[in-house]
């Protein structure tokens, strides 16, 4: 193909997928559709959780796009300078085992940045740990005698990583007698790269449990490796649903549940369908008109529509649709834009207004850095949750089993409605301990927005761990 060929290509492919992209943030890259009949038998023969190294190997759809943009695929997954300079700004500094003490600032919150081996397939889950009141592993802190310490496990939501945690290890790893780790979830962030290969003719249900085992059996096979026997855990937003499943799978490894702003709580408005396919949208209201939150209709009113969608609306909803339901990704589209997929996401950075211009390009970086990677679980977006962003088998209805005290987070200006979490407490009926907090001046991201509220609540549970 020539090169003006290539241009057309591109200039006719980006227009089509890049609404996607603005409409829906969630999409899902790697069709079950392109595995052959030999990748299907590999997988048949791997762990519980259907995963396999990459080992450099990429997908037909990633040899694809290095073809039309040569420089859009990463290969490496050990550059970590993005990521130290991210923390960096959060005053953590990544020590490794050839950094020398003499070499250490004092005053220095120290972070290990582990690699954690889950498998005998060569997966592993990238890890940030603070130890010891982020003194890591020096002697001075070795020298102390010590009471047996308790474990923080934080875990990103969807697009993002260890270093989204960037404003609040410093705070969160000053708490006396815990460590805090972080960690990037299987096939996202600086993990190892498995080919995620879902079940998407099976029915809902198991296709949902299907991308549920990939990642709380990895999270679990990381726990152990880790030797953590209990441990506070919290997820935000994606990452807040897969540790409520865990939670529910197994609670004998859980002190305390902290789901901050999770997705997928909530049961599917009845007329779902009708809204995707014809391209109506309920309108919003206000909750409190003085703080300017929003919701949207709640399940059990009669939905208000906007009038008849354009068939450009209608365009886009039903192109969302076809991308989130066939496991294209918005990494997948970052990737399709070769040099233009860095303005892609500097333009998503920039909806952190709060931030200075250094931590939004620090982000910007670093996000980006990770979507140029091969497709991975980013693409099983679309096999747990249905277009429109409701769970295919919803929390609401499974969470009020939890045996554990558990927490809800949300922001001020979330988009994630807090109705979900309010429900959830309501069906604990006072079982166990239960609270809801929501963070002012800030959105989804509120641990970004806010993090001085975000910690200081945070801090607070730490400290409560003992309450039932």
């Known amino acids: ?19 996607a992209l603005l409409l829906a ?56 300078a993005n990521e130290r300079a991210l923390l960096a700004q959060g005053g953590i500094t990544v020590v490794g085992p050839s950094t020398e003490e003499s070499d250490i600032d004092s005053e220095a919150v120290l972070a290990e940045a582990l690699d954690v081996d889950i498998d005998s397939h060569g997966n592993y889950i990238h890890t940030i740990a603070i130890r010891n009141n982020g003194r890591g592993n020096t002697t001075a802190a070795k020298s102390e005698v010590r009471a047996p310490r308790r474990s923080l496990v934080l875990t990103h939501g969807y697009f993002a990583g260890v270093g989204f945690f960037f404003r609040n290890y410093h705070g969160l790893s000053q708490v006396d007698g815990w460590d805090i780790y972080a960690i990037d979830w299987l096939g996202m962030g600086r993990s190892s790269r ?19 085992d990939f990642f709380v059996e990895s999270l679990e096979a990381w726990r152990q490796r880790m030797g953590i026997d209990k441990m506070v855990l919290c997820g935000h937003s994606f990452g807040g649903y897969m540790v409520g499943v865990y939670a529910l799978k197994y609670p004998q490894h859980v002190e305390k549940l902290v789901l901050l702003s999770p997705i997928g709580v909530p049961e599917a408005p009845r007329d779902l369908e009708n809204m995707i396919w014809k391209g109506y949208e309920p309108v919003h209201r206000k909750l409190h008109p003085k703080e300017g939150e929003y919701r949207m209709t709640s399940n059990n009113e009669a939905p208000v529509y906007d009038g ?15 991308m989130w339901d066939n496991n294209y990704s918005p990494q997948w589209v970052v990737r399709l834009c070769g040099p233009l997929g860095r303005r892609l996401v500097s333009w998503y950075i920039g909806r952190f207004s ?60 979330d988009w994630v409605g807090h ?16 609270r809801i907090y929501h963070i002012p001046n800030a959105s989804h991201n509120f641990h970004i927005d806010n993090p001085v509220v975000f910690n200081r609540y945070m801090i607070d549970e730490m400290t409560r761990v003992d309450e039932q």
């Open 308 to 322: 008849k969608p354009s068939w450009q609306r209608l365009l886009l909803f039903r192109t969302s649709v076809y």
């Open 194 to 212: 498995p080919t995620y290969k879902g079940v998407r003719d099976e029915g809902d249900d198991r296709r949902a449990e299907h991308a549920e």
């Open 354 to 413: 709060l931030l200075t211009d250094e931590q939004r390009r620090g982000m910007a970086a670093y996000a980006h850095q990770h979507a140029q990677l091969a497709e991975s679980s980013a693409s099983s977006l679309g096999d747990f949750l249905r277009p429109g962003g409701f769970a295919r088998k919803p929390l609401v209805n499974r969470v009020p089993d939890v045996t554990m005290p558990t927490v809800f987070f949300y922001g001020s200006h």
């Open 1 to 19: 193909m020539s090169l003006s060929q290539r241009t057309l290509l591109h200039l006719i492919a980006i227009p089509l997928l890049l609404p």
């Open 25 to 80: 943030p969630m999409l899902t890259e790697s069709s079950p559709l392109l595995a052959t009949e030999q990748q299907q038998k590999q997988q048949q023969d791997q762990l519980p959780w259907l995963l396999h190294s990459n080992s450099g190997e990429s997908s037909t759809t990633t040899r694809a796009l290095s073809w039309l943009w040569p420089w859009s695929a990463a290969d490496s997954r050990t550059d970590d």
């Open 419 to 434: 109705d979900g979490g309010e429900e959830i407490i309501k069906r604990i009926d006072g079982r166990v301990s239960t």
